[in-house]
């Protein structure tokens, strides 16, 4: 396994914003093992879905296998995830149409109220 340093992860939230398909995967990395950053798999799933979106084969495997470890309130965004998962969504859907598209969703420039 490969150790993240903080740097490196400050680095991949960079790349990240700017859509790179290896920074994403490798923050789900982060968050899935709790290198730099502490454990959580909702956040780890986000980053993984993100990569899977534009093509990173490792990131749909390490997507399945989260979905399926983690706890049904988690899985189906329970109450106490609710608004995570609300927001994982909404970044995916409105900030990327190219994902959003990939991922079987239409695209909107209209924020959700």
Same mark, same amino acid.
């Given at each position: &396994?490969?150790c993240?340093?903080v !740097?490196?992860l400050?680095?991949?939230?960079? !790349? +990240?914003?700017? =859509?790179? +398909?290896?920074?994403?995967?490798?923050? @789900?990395l982060a968050?899935? *093992?709790?290198?730099g950053?502490?454990? !959580? &798999?909702?956040?780890?799933?986000?980053?993984?879905? %993100?990569a899977?979106?534009?093509g990173?084969?490792?990131?749909?495997?390490?997507?399945?296998?989260?979905? *399926?470890? &983690?706890? *049904?309130?988690?899985?189906? @965004? @329970?109450?106490?995830? =609710?608004?995570?998962?609300?927001?994982? %969504?909404?970044? %995916?859907?409105? *900030?990327?149409?190219?994902?959003?598209?990939?991922?079987?969703?239409?695209?909107? !420039?209209?924020?959700?109220?």
């Amino acid at each position: &396994m490969v150790c993240i340093d903080v !740097d490196s992860l400050a680095q991949y939230e960079r !790349d +990240a914003k700017e =859509g790179r +398909a290896d920074a994403l995967y490798n923050l @789900g990395l982060a968050y899935s *093992t709790g290198q730099g950053v502490g454990v !959580d &798999m909702v956040v780890a799933h986000k980053w993984f879905n %993100l990569a899977a979106v534009r093509g990173v084969e490792a990131a749909k495997n390490w997507r399945h296998q989260l979905a *399926t470890e &983690m706890s *049904t309130g988690q899985d189906r @965004g @329970g109450p106490e995830n =609710g608004p995570r998962v609300a927001e994982y %969504l909404q970044e %995916l859907i409105f *900030t990327s149409p190219a994902s959003a598209s990939r991922a079987g969703w239409a695209h909107t !420039d209209r924020a959700v109220s």
